[in-house]
């Protein structure tokens, strides 16, 4: 019973699988317009996930048009990404119809049924114009609907006459142990064969393989086979790598060839016909380090520089172009070196398919000490299929220099991502020179003092500028008291010192600190001073006081006995006594034009 009712429980699985693939149907024209004397190509798409094998669409009755031929194709796609391969599998298939009229018209749309869902695609609009004059350039087809383009020109023939077959043909029937060699798979065929499906490719022991091209669509071309005219064309090519020596045979391939009349189809299954590769095995007297290349190779040997600092990375690349098993070998290993570590080879390829192309290695190499010194050259060997022979590549030494490091050698390449990047941290901390910390040497802390007070001087002269821009009142009446307090302070000395030259230095200390502070002219005479001093809001009796000590001033000069200690202790006391009650009066800055004319 459970049996049964596994038996019964597998095709809905199976249709379950099917229907979680994501499939995608399209259909589309190869040109919206056409002239009488051009064909029209209806082209359907069908993408999925996974394989899918279906029964071919049957093509659409389009009115105005005679169904002439149809061709299909499939393919697939394979793609790394994140971590994960995903393939993307396609059906193409394309029918062809000759116009009988002009006029715009409807293509009907495909109904199809994959798995257990059914989709459809759209109708499409065709124009079909009148011809030019002459014949076409770029006609390559008859118009009769009927015509057999392989020579069969009757109607009512039959389409299953003749023969078509699969033929396997190497590149070379005789190869070496691990030279790439090349198949192709060929559809022969005397009979209307339209299309060709892939179905199976049987592999054998002893090689492995990988895909080298496969076409789209079936390109034919006239050929002689057996003494009789075949079209033939090419389904698909594998690159073979023969692990063994001996007679080994090449994949089968297996598959569908379709041929179309004038309203049906038929299918038939062909294998393709057994091939033969005879394999010679290598010769002895392999060198040493050999890792299995075999092929035409040139090499060649770089190295990123000569100087070095002590935990910097010296990068040795080595390029090899030609055709061989380039998917077959591995990068030998670098000459061991002393007092040096190597990293294990980087490889990165450059080919234009499997065989053929450039190959990449990058060696590190980093010293641990100091000194010069001399890298050895890179030895690559490899089986030459030209001369049937070992060849190997010595390259040249290379002497390099190696510096002591520093501080700043943590930073070497940072700004040039051509160069190798520095790799202390695979460095011992004894391998670098004895450092002493900078924080305890005395010219560290007077750098940093001086650094400290150039930040406050630029700190202060910003903050004065920021004032003087934002608040140039508030700024005009601080210069004006620090003016004044300089003054003063030599004035205070002069008075001590009974100088004559307190006067000369009370009076323009005084005058400009007026200057700043109320924003008048120093020109100006004792009467002029006074009068702008009370537009400008100064009261008329401090303004007089003002007045009497800069005409005392003035008279001082001349005056017998003004340098005595009586006159100018009177003198330095009246100056402290504007000074307090300047810095008493509020005042907002200078009097605009229309606050003089107020007052």
């Known amino acids: 019973m459970v049996k049964n009712f596994r038996l019964w429980l597998l095709p ?15 259909s589309y024209l190869q040109k919206d317009q056409i002239s009488r004397s051009e064909q029209m190509q209806l082209n359907l798409e069908i ?12 093509a659409p009755q389009v009115p105005g048009f005679n169904y002439r031929s149809m061709r299909n194709s499939s393919s697939s796609q394979t793609s790394i990404s994140g971590g994960s391969v995903s393939t993307q599998y396609t059906l193409g298939y394309s029918y062809f119809y000759t116009p009988q009229r002009t006029g715009r018209f409807t293509v009907p ?39 057999d383009p392989y020579g069969s020109s009757y109607f009512g023939r039959n389409r299953t006459a003749g023969e078509s077959l ?31 499906s892939t179905e199976t490719e049987r592999d054998y022991e002893g090689y492995g393989k990988s895909s080298f091209e496969q076409p789209t669509n079936l390109k034919y071309e006239t050929v002689t086979y057996r003494n009789e005219r075949w079209q033939r064309a090419l389904i698909k090519r594998l690159v073979l790598y023969p692990q063994v020596s001996g007679r080994l045979q090449a994949p089968t391939l297996s598959g569908i ?21 005879e394999v010679n095995a290598l010769p002895a007297g392999k060198p040493g380090g050999y890792t299995g290349a075999v092929g035409s190779f040139t090499l060649s040997q770089s190295y990123s520089g000569d100087k070095l600092t002590l935990g910097e990375a010296l990068v040795c690349t080595i390029k090899i172009s030609g ?29 234009a398919n499997p065989i053929e192309g450039t190959r990449f290695i990058y060696y590190t190499i980093l010293p641990s000490e100091t000194g010069s010194y001399e890298i050895p050259g890179f030895s690559f060997s490899w089986f030459d299929t030209a001369t049937g022979s070992y060849r190997t590549f010595n390259g040249a030494s290379h002497a390099i220099a190696v510096r002591p490091s520093n501080v700043l050698s943590y930073f070497s390449g940072l700004l040039h991502g051509d160069r190798p990047k520095s790799l202390n941290p695979l460095l011992q901390r004894s391998d670098y020179p004895p450092f002493r910390n900078i924080a305890t040497r005395a010219w560290f802390w007077l750098i940093l003092i001086a650094c400290l007070l150039g930040l406050i001087v630029a700190g202060f002269f910003a903050w004065e500028r920021r004032i003087s821009r934002l608040n140039p009142n508030l700024y005009a009446q601080k210069t004006a008291n620090r003016i004044l307090t300089r003054y003063l302070r030599q004035a205070n000395e002069a008075a001590k010192d009974l100088s004559p030259s307190f006067y000369p230095l009370a009076e323009s200390g005084l005058l400009t600190y007026l200057a700043k502070k109320y924003g008048v002219s120093k020109g100006l ?9 009370q537009s400008r809001g100064l009261s008329e009796n401090l303004a007089e006081q003002i007045e009497a000590f800069l005409l005392l001033c003035q008279k001082a000069r001349f005056m017998p006995g003004g340098s005595e200690a009586a006159p100018l202790l009177a ?9 307090q009650a300047l810095g008493r009066n509020k005042h907002n800055g200078p009097a605009t034009p229309k606050q003089r004319e107020e007052a």
């Open 12 to 26: 809905l699985l199976l249709t379950g699988s099917l229907s979680a693939q994501a499939v995608r149907v399209s």
């Open 47 to 58: 993408k999925s996930d996974g394989r899918i094998n279906i029964p071919t669409p049957s």
């Open 109 to 147: 749309g495909f109904q199809l049924r994959i798995g257990s869902r059914d989709y459809s695609t759209s109708p499409l609009s065709v124009e079909v114009v009148d011809s030019p004059s002459g014949p076409s350039p770029n006609q390559q087809y008859n118009l009769d609907p009927y015509i």
């Open 166 to 196: 699969i033929l396997c043909l190497p590149e070379s029937q005789s190869v070496f142990v691990g030279q790439p060699a090349i198949v192709s798979y060929y559809l022969y065929t005397n009979q209307m064969a339209e299309s060709f």
């Open 257 to 277: 060839v379709q041929f179309s009349g004038v309203y049906s189809f038929l299918n038939k299954s062909i294998d393709s016909r057994p091939a033969w590769l």
């Open 323 to 351: 055709k061989g098993n380039f998917s077959q070998f591995t990068a030998p290993s670098f000459p061991g070196l002393d007092k040096f570590q190597i990293s294990e080879p980087s490889v990165s390829d450059k080919l």
């Open 525 to 533: 005479t004792a009467s002029e001073l006074v009068a702008e001093l």
């Open 571 to 579: 003198a330095l006391a009246q100056l402290r006594g504007l000074i």
